[in-house]
T-cell receptor, first 112, second 114 residues
Framework: DADVTQTPRNRITKTGKRIMLECSQTKGHDRMYWYRQDPGLGLRLIYY???????NKGEISDGYSVSRQAQAKFSLSLESAIPNQTALYFC???????????FGPGTRLTVT | AQSVTQLGSHVSVSEGALVLLRCNYS??????LFWYVQYPNQGLQLLLKYTTGATLVKGINGFEAEFKKSETSFHLTKPSAHMSDAAEYFC????????????FGTGTRLKVLA
């Protein structure tokens, strides 16, 4: 079984809709991350969490929110989706050193 | 501060030819360096990583990379390209105890010509 899972794997939604992407991990890591990938831009950090009570904005957090429901679960929400949020979203985890991250399979989100 | 530069957003090689994908980094602390591969419509797969120790790192699928501190480089190579190597490749750097930052390059798309 995969250590980091993401649901859904693919999602098409309409402008203005609220959508939640979920991430779960069985690695026992405290740290979790959300990235988005856009062609030609690589991966950019949206939010990160060092533990359940410690959530921080990344470089592109506008339009997104997160919830850390438990050590193993970290959700990303788009309160009102817009077309330029169409992207591939990755969840990742790391241990306390943060020096290596482990990635989920990604969620492909399309906003029409 | 850390950064990663991947030279060449697109690289084409003939099947059987050498693959060379370039990655240069900057880091104020000893870096950890990574290469990931992403096949079409798939997630990120770790190819190889450098943490400490031997500077020549071997990964999966016949790839290897060499950490050259003096050149601040971590280029990815494979002696003989195969059609199945066609994918996008990302270099990443992390550094500093307790860091959360994992900086990715913008990616290089490898095309293998028959």
């Amino acid at each position: 079984d995969a250590d980091v899972t993401q649901t859904p794997r693919n999602r098409i939604t309409k402008t203005g809709k609220r959508i939640m992407l979920e991430c779960s991990q069985t690695k026992g890591h405290d740290r979790m991350y959300w990235y988005r990938q856009d062609p030609g831009l690589g991966l950019r950090l949206i939010y990160y969490s060092f533990d359940v009570k410690d959530i921080n904005k990344g470089e592109i957090s506008d339009g997104y929110s997160v919830s850390r429901q438990a050590q193993a679960k970290f959700s990303l929400s788009l309160e009102s989706a817009i077309p330029n949020q169409t992207a591939l979203y990755f969840c990742a985890t790391s241990d306390l050193t943060g020096r290596e991250q482990y990635f989920g399979p990604g969620t492909r989100l399309t906003v029409t | 501060a850390q950064s990663v530069t991947q030279l060449g957003s697109h690289v084409s090689v003939s099947e059987g030819a050498l693959v060379l994908l370039r990655c240069n980094y900057s880091s104020s602390v000893p870096p950890y360096l990574f290469w990931y591969v992403q096949y079409p419509n798939q997630g990120l797969q770790l190819l190889l990583k450098y943490t400490t120790g031997a500077t020549l790192v071997k990964g999966i699928n016949g790839f290897e990379a060499e950490f050259k501190k003096s050149e601040t480089s971590f280029h990815l190579t494979k002696p003989s390209a195969h059609m199945s190597d066609a994918a996008e490749y990302f270099c990443a750097v992390s550094g500093g105890s307790g860091t959360y930052k994992y900086i990715f390059g913008t990616g290089t798309r490898l095309k293998v010509l028959a």
